[in-house]
């Protein structure tokens, strides 16, 4: 049996990277942090990944930061523990610069540091009875880079609420609040997963990274400068071979 943190496989244009310590409900330690990088590095510079999927081995997605790390890490000097802080927040920025389309494909529970790595994805599908939650406070700690994240997906009130709290959601509930994309029922959940993912992948690679780049650029820009670079994008756009391809196709129909 393989002793990788990260498992990674490909199929159909689909990296799958699964979170590998299922014993440890799939904990981010230092070393799982590490291969999760490599993995991201792989998956960027491979023109045949158009989908990287995040998922858990066991029965949970993840259950955030290893406790034994995060106890060891209170006699560590405030510079060394911002470094390590900034090893898993490194995650998050490159799953949002990554000109793929990153989905966390969840199952049971997926809380604190776990639950700010699907948030960090673009497409959150949960498996419904599936658990969402910070609840960090709980433990006298803070979510503090996942704040970021929070108050743009759901605003001000509520993501203090759950940063506040430590609630836990549940999948159904995470979807109404807007932490989730989509929930799938439980019967078929991996078929079902597996088709979204595939029908993603089938789409113009060029056309996915653009839709990227400029969603996420859109975070501060006023009204009018959302639309003059929506026009820029679309110049772009109108210039790829998936495009003239696309629309060659469609008129011949």
Known sequence: M???RVLAQREGGVLTL??????KRNALDIRTIG???ERLTEADLAADVRVVALRGAGKDFCAGLDLNELLESADLSPAENEARAWDLGEVFVRLRKLPKVTVAVVEGRCLAGGCGLATACDLVVAKAGSQFGYPEINRGFVPAMVMTMLRRLIGEKVAFDLAASG???DAEEALRLGLVSRVLPAEG??????QLLAQIAALSASALALTKQQFYQLDGLGFEEGI???????????????????IAAFLKK
Do not use: M, Y
């Open 2 to 4: 393989t002793d990788a």
């Open 18 to 23: 699964t979170l590998n310590r299922p014993d």
């Open 35 to 37: 291969e999760i990088k």
């Open 167 to 169: 609630r836990v959601l």
């Open 189 to 194: 959940f991996d078929a079902a997963a597996g």
């Open 228 to 246: 003059r670079l929506g026009a820029r994008v679309n110049a772009v756009s109108r210039a790829t071979p998936d495009f003239r391809a696309a």
